[in-house]
Every structure is written in structure tokens, then in C-alpha cells.
């Protein structure tokens, strides 16, 4: 098969047929605009699903499109042009809507650089990293990617309404449990690790297991507030609780516990004066935090005998240490955006030394986003962050007042959500659906409020 798609004719033929297809949707989009403003829609969802989580979609072919392959090292200069032909096709096949749109962008870009400037000094904290990196090449490449990413979700948050992006992440989540469903069942080496977890078409069980814990959330408040939909959305987080337990993962069940929750506590925050409702929601959050920190400290009875859970985030606890040790040493700037994790760089990788005596297990990444954070970007990367965060939980407590629910609860439930999963695993800053979610929640926001 291989040698038949790499034959300069057959090659020939498929460009041909992808020109007269393309052709042809352009001309049918340009006519008819209801198809184009579907076909965003469907572009934004597919978009998520490649990012989701914090590995991505593993699946090839479609992993060739995870703008993560601009940023590798070991990626061939075919893929990386067949990823940016195709992205490029889509935006031409976009075009009809995206001359109208991306006019008014500028202005509502504008408005979001003076109403949220920690993020957007973040991301230039980003860019710079590549200057103090001990690998500015890697660095550079990788801080572009992310910063694309930033950009496509400020995109995202400007174009669509709430009840647009609460669409976008239901049908976003539900095609990542029905594809769990599918690879779990009918195709087990690519749906399950080797302890025979689910994994669905992300590559590790914990990080597809959050993004079930975020589906259930959804489409639990869809039975609540969409009766038309109600049996439905009902099947829909019963299949994604079936996944999550599936995955195994004890900390994703804690999380599901502390969201469903917080939904239920909105309806009195709703009630509260800005102050109280901001002073209820950061107690309310550093419950959850001490919960879910509990809950992965191995404590025996309730890991094992109640969520089924191994004993493994003990080597977190042990390489912790030494991972801030390293931090330490350069504590302000950081070692640059994936300036520390480099496995591919031998005895020259700053993490060489991270390992658990133990067991000889060497961590590929910190297993807690907000480390990682630090150890890429520094405390000042940190402060950045943390001032953006406060500034998005303020915004989105200001819209739980004034917006209708479900969708004014959204941005608390997203935010909450960015926080608990990036307790033990990692996936906060990056070409990740966890970022993406962030960026469009706070740009949403920030124009509502404008």
C-alpha cells in the first residue's frame, strides 16, 4: 500500500481528484452559506479532537495533523507540507465566511489585548523563551505552534456564542465516547493500553478518562436543560461514565464528583454579590483541589479498595522533588518552552537526572501541569498565568449573573476543570484541548464584558 501511494502517478491522481473536489465544495460554500457556517462548526470540532486532551489524537493517519508535527524533531518535510496543504485547504474552503469575519477579529482582538493583557504578555513570555533556552531552535518552533494554537482559539471564542461553543464541546465529547466505544470494543490494540485500560484515540488512560469526566458534565446538563434531547443526552452520559470506568483512572471520578457539584452550587452562587460569589468559588475550589490531592496520595483504602485505582502516583511524589530541585536552578526565566524534557538530546537532555531510584522510572514531563510551567516558563511564566486565571475566574463569575444557564456556568465549569486535571497529569500549556478551552473561554468572556 505504501509503495502504491508513493508512486508519482497514482500521487498525481489523488491531487487531481482532491483539486476537483475541492473545487467543487468551494463553489457549493461560496453559494450557499448555511453549508459553510456548518462546515466551521464541523472544522472546529474536528480541530478538538485532533488537540484533545494532552496527547492528541494517536490514530494515523490523523495524528499527521496535530499541529504538534510542526514542533517535532523527528518529523519529515513531507508530512510537515501535507499538514500545512491541508490546513491550507481547509481555510480556502472556509474563505466565503472568514473575509467577513476576520475584519471584525481585529477589532475584537484589540478589545481583548487591552481587557486581558496577562495573557497576551503570557504568550509573549512564551515567544522569549527561545532566547534563555539552551535549545532556542526547538524552543522557538514549539512557542510558534502554541502561540498558533492561542490564536485559533481566540478565534473560536470570538466567533461562536455560548450556545455555539456549548454545542461545539458537547458533539466534541460525545464523538470521543463513541469513538472509546469503538476502538475499545472492535479494535482493542489501538482503544486500550497494554493493562487493557481504555485509552480511546488519545494516548494514555488517564488523560482520555478526564475528557470522560468532562463529557458526563456535559451531557448530563444537556438531559437537564434540552427536553427534546433529554433521553438522549441521558444515553450519552451513561456511555461516558461506562468509558471513564473503563480507563480506570481514580482521579478523573473525583473530578466528575467535584464538577457535578459545583453545578449544583452555581444556582446559589447565581444568588450572591460578585464578592461573595468570587470569595465562595475560590473555597469552593481549594476543597476540590485537597480532594483530588487526597485521593492520589495512595491512601490505600480509598485508591484501591473504592476507585480501583494502582498505586502509582507514589513515583510522582518521589521525582518531585528532584524536579524542583531543578527548578531551582533556574527559577525566574525557566529552561524555555520544552527546553527540559528533551529525551532526544542524550547526555545534553536537563532532565537526564530525573529519575525514581526505585524503580529506574524516568518521567517524560512533571505529571502536574503547573510544574511544568515552571519548569519551562519560570515563576515570572507562573505569575502570568495565575494574574490571567484570576482575571478569567472574575469574568466568568460576572457572566454567572448575568448570562441564562446552562451556558453562564460554563466558563466556572471549564476553568474548574483546567485546574483539577492538571494536578497529576499535565497538559496546561501547549497544543492541548485543555489550553484551547482556556483561551476561548477567557476571549468569550472578555467580550461579553466589553
Known amino acids: ?43 472546529v470540532v474536528f480541530f478538538l479532537i485532533i488537540i484533545s486532551g494532552a496527547t492528541g489524537i494517536t490514530i494515523s493517519p490523523l495524528d499527521k495533523f496535530h499541529p504538534r508535527v510542526l ?42 489585548l487591552i481587557k ?11 515567544l522569549l523563551s527561545a532566547t534563555w533556552s539552551n535549545d532556542p531552535i526547538t524552543t522557538l518552533r514549539t512557542s510558534l505552534v502554541i502561540v498558533e494554537t492561542a490564536i485559533i482559539a481566540m478565534y473560536i471564542g470570538y466567533r461562536f456564542t455560548w450556545p455555539d461553543l456549548f454545542s461545539i464541546l458537547k458533539w466534541f465529547t460525545g464523538a470521543l ?21 481504555w485509552i480511546g484515540i488519545n494516548g494514555h488512560k488517564n488523560h ?21 434531547q433529554r433521553y438522549f443526552s441521558a444515553f450519552m452520559t451513561f456511555l461516558a461514565l461506562i468509558a471513564m470506568e473503563q480507563g480506570g483512572s481514580g482521579a478523573s471520578k473525583v473530578i466528575v464528583v467535584c464538577l457535578m457539584a459545583l453545578w449544583f452550587y452555581l444556582g446559589t452562587l447565581k444568588t450572591l454579590p460578585t464578592q461573595w460569589a468570587f470569595t465562595s468559588v475560590v473555597l469552593f475550589l481549594i476543597v476540590s483541589i485537597c480532594l483530588v490531592i487526597l485521593v492520589t496520595e495512595n491512601l490505600e483504602f480509598i485508591v ?5 485505582k ?36 542524550g547526555i545534553d537532555n536537563p532532565s537526564r537526572d530525573i529519575i525514581v531510584a526505585k524503580t529506574q522510572f524516568a518521567p517524560p514531563h512533571s505529571h502536574n501541569g503547573f510544574m511544568d510551567l515552571v519548569v519551562d ?63 476561548v473561554f477567557l476571549t468569550r468572556n472578555t467580550l461579553d464584558l466589553s
Not at 394 to 407: F, H, R, S, T, V
Open 1 to 43: 500500500m505504501k509503495a502504491i501511494l508513493t508512486d508519482p502517478l497514482v500521487l498525481l491522481l489523488l491531487a487531481m481528484m482532491a483539486g476537483i473536489f475541492g473545487a467543487i465544495a468551494f463553489h457549493t460554500f461560496s453559494q450557499q452559506l448555511r453549508y459553510t457556517l456548518a462546515a466551521e462548526k464541523a472544522a
Open 71 to 112: 514542533s517535532n524533531v523527528y518529523v519529515t518535510p513531507p508530512t510537515m507540507i501535507a499538514q500545512v496543504g491541508a490546513y491550507a485547504i481547509a481555510l480556502l474552503l472556509l474563505a466565503p465566511i472568514l473575509q467577513y469575519t476576520l475584519k471584525k477579529s481585529l477589532q475584537a482582538w484589540s478589545i481583548l
Open 116 to 126: 486581558a493583557p496577562f495573557l497576551h504578555l503570557f504568550l509573549l513570555w512564551i
Open 177 to 197: 465516547v463513541i469513538l472509546a466505544f469503538v476502538y475499545g470494543i472492535g479494535q482493542p490494540s489501538v482503544g486500550r493500553d497494554l493493562d487493557g485500560a
Open 208 to 228: 482520555f478518562c478526564f475528557l470522560m469526566a468532562l463529557s458526563t458534565i456535559l451531557w448530563f446538563v444537556n438531559s437537564i436543560y434540552q427536553s427534546k
Open 304 to 308: 484501591v479498595d473504592t476507585l480501583n
Open 310 to 345: 494502582d498505586l502509582t502516583l507514589t513515583g510522582r511524589t518521589d521525582f518531585w522533588p528532584l524536579i524542583i530541585r531543578k527548578i531551582n536552578q533556574r527559577p525566574l526565566l525557566g529552561y524555555g518552552i520544552d527546553g527540559f524534557w528533551q529525551p532526544w538530546n
Open 377 to 439: 516558563l519560570g515563576y515570572v511564566g507562573l505569575f502570568l498565568f495565575l494574574a490571567s486565571m484570576v482575571n478569567a475566574l472574575i469574568k466568568a463569575i460576572i457572566l454567572l449573573g448575568q448570562e441564562k444557564m446552562p451556558y453562564a456556568g460554563l466558563p466556572l465549569i471549564l476553568l474548574t476543570y483546567t485546574i483539577l486535571t492538571n494536578l497529576t497529569e499535565t497538559g496546561l500549556i501547549g497544543v492541548t484541548s485543555i489550553f484551547c478551552f482556556y483561551v
